[in-house]
């Protein structure tokens, strides 16, 4: 059973920085794909940064392009988020999700064609 838990979120300040990570058991994490998105009240879940672990590609929403860096440690079968620069409208549930076949990173990310689910971070930026 593949699991995914994600910790880091909190309360920060705007312009603050956490960082968030996802640990992934269950699933052969070198030829995974992880993926982190993101789910303010009352919008939809949208895609922020994913990572295929198979030959390191990622896609990082061209929103969030300058401030949000994704990144992986197969050693800790861990992907982290980093988040710099946070403002307001970045406070919402982020989630980390994986996928053990390939498809292009792009797609996969926009397209939220994960497999399997962690249960959520919460963060809050303050103005």
């Known amino acids: 059973e593949v699991q995914l838990v994600e910790s880091g979120g909190d309360l920060v300040q705007v312009g603050g920085s956490l960082r968030l990570s996802c640990v992934a058991s269950?699933?052969?994490?070198?030829?995974?794909?992880i993926g982190w998105f993101r789910q303010a009240p009352g919008k939809g879940r949208e895609e922020v940064a994913c990572?295929?672990?198979?030959?390191?590609?990622?896609y990082t929403s061209d929103s969030l392009k300058g401030r949000f860096t994704i990144s992986s440690d197969s050693a800790k079968n861990t992907v982290y988020l980093q988040m710099n620069s946070l403002r307001p409208e970045d406070a919402a549930v982020y989630y980390c999700?994986?996928?053990?076949?390939?498809?292009?990173?792009?797609?996969?990310?926009?397209?939220?064609?994960?497999?399997?689910w962690g249960q959520g971070t919460q963060v809050t930026v303050s103005s």
């Open positions: 999700a994986a996928r053990e076949d390939m498809i292009p990173i792009e797609i996969m990310c926009k397209g939220g064609d994960f497999h399997d």
């Open positions: 269950g699933l052969d994490f070198d030829d995974s794909a």
């Open positions: 990572i295929g672990n198979v030959d390191g590609a990622t």
